[in-house]
């Protein structure tokens, strides 16, 4: 039996790419995880059982890089400097100089990867930090396939489309040699010569695949008990919210956990009782901002085919950071079939849960946060 590809996984966050590979089949064991950010490292360490290497990448030599004996690195560098929103500077933003210290460390190695495994936004497909990883791929030998996909051409109704670069050093080579070192949208079991982007047809074949996918309905990605609130209790916490009243109801909460499993039925019903209105205080959107807000707000429904990608600063801001849910009884129609529904304060607002971003990223049912997480760092 052949021994599992060793694998490196740079800015390894939270451990998405990790999940992946497991999901993907491919027999890789991680050797080494690299991040410098301490609550990801340690949502990653209660996941997986092991805490990645915080130090700064940028110490890191290609002799350090060798003694690893990886087939295989994962990347997934900050994607700041060439954000749309962003200063757009590329590789003179100081975020990219810890990729590029890896780019310029791969010629100087004895063992460099057989294969690399890139994901960035979209944008960085036309920065000076992909023009060098291109040349420095090139110079060692490799074939490139690079893609821009988003989940919603897999079935998921998650806006975030993203760019991908597979690459493979000879003497291997990928089955779909018609993909080699060009730039498509369109996954590789549907590739074809009519898919490759150029720079005037970029908008139109994002929205064709848009349209031709057919996504599961965001119901299926929600946390059942939480998918329909009703009116009284929503609209209470809604135009009552005070951040010291969820700090009272989880006290109250942790404080009803630590109860015995043979509690009294009564203890039971208070205890679902706070469990519920500690998830209204947590989740709902206050009508304070939905009244600032509202024109701006990004607003779905559980039969949406499609909602926004989530940033880091949701759960604080509710314009631009990511989709809120409609969860009246009304929202079980789709937005155009509901003509009742006439402004935000009739929606119920809500922001989606962790495990129901979790469950949009496609992480899996066991992949959870550790308990000194707070809301706003996950």
Request: charged share 25%; hydrophobic share 35%; net charge negative.
């Amino acid at each position: 039996m052949e021994e599992p590809w060793r694998i490196l996984e740079f800015y390894s966050g939270i451990g998405a790419m990790r999940y992946s590979l497991i999901k993907a089949g491919v027999r890789g064991e991680v050797v080494e995880a690299f991040d410098i950010n301490d609550r990801a490292n340690d949502v990653y360490e209660h996941n997986f059982g092991h805490r990645p290497f915080q130090g700064n990448i940028q110490i890191l030599t290609a002799a350090d890089l060798d003694k690893y004996r990886a087939h295989g690195w994962l990347l997934s560098p900050p994607c700041q400097p060439y954000t749309r929103q962003g200063l757009k500077k590329h590789s003179a933003d100081a975020r990219a100089s810890s990729f590029i210290k890896i780019l310029d460390l791969m010629p100087h190695m004895l063992q460099p990867p057989l294969l690399l495994f890139v994901e960035n936004v979209v944008g960085f497909e036309i920065s000076d930090t992909h023009k060098q990883l291109m040349e420095v791929l090139a110079r060692l030998g490799f074939v490139t396939q690079e893609y821009i996909l988003s989940p919603l051409q897999f079935g998921i109704p998650y806006s975030r489309p993203r760019y991908f670069c597979l690459a493979k050093r000879k003497p291997l080579s990928f089955q779909n040699s018609l993909s080699d070192n060009k730039l498509l949208w369109t996954p590789p079991c549907r590739t074809s010569e009519s898919t490759i982007i150029t720079e005037t047809s970029q908008h139109a074949v994002e929205n064709k695949e848009e349209l031709q996918t057919v996504c599961e309905p965001i119901r299926s990605f929600l946390e059942k008990e939480s998918l329909y609130s009703h009116q009284q209790e929503f609209v209470g916490v809604a135009s009552e919210f005070r951040s010291e009243d969820v700090l009272a109801d989880r006290a109250a909460l942790e404080e009803i956990d630590t109860i015995e499993t043979n509690t009294s039925q009564h203890g039971e019903e208070v205890k679902g009782s706070i469990k519920k209105q500690s998830f209204l205080h947590e989740y709902v959107v206050p009508l304070s901002l939905i009244e600032r807000w509202g024109n701006a707000m990004d607003i779905v429904y559980p039969e949406s085919k499609r909602c926004c990608c989530f940033t880091k600063s949701y759960y604080r801001y509710v314009k631009g950071t990511g989709s809120l849910l409609a969860t009246s009884e009304k929202s079980k129609l789709k937005p155009e079939e509901n003509p009742e529904i006439s402004s935000g304060k009739e929606m119920f607002l809500r922001f989606f849960t962790p495990r129901e971003v979790a469950n949009l990223h496609s992480l899996p049912e066991d992949f959870d946060f550790p308990g000194h997480i707070g809301l706003r760092q996950r």
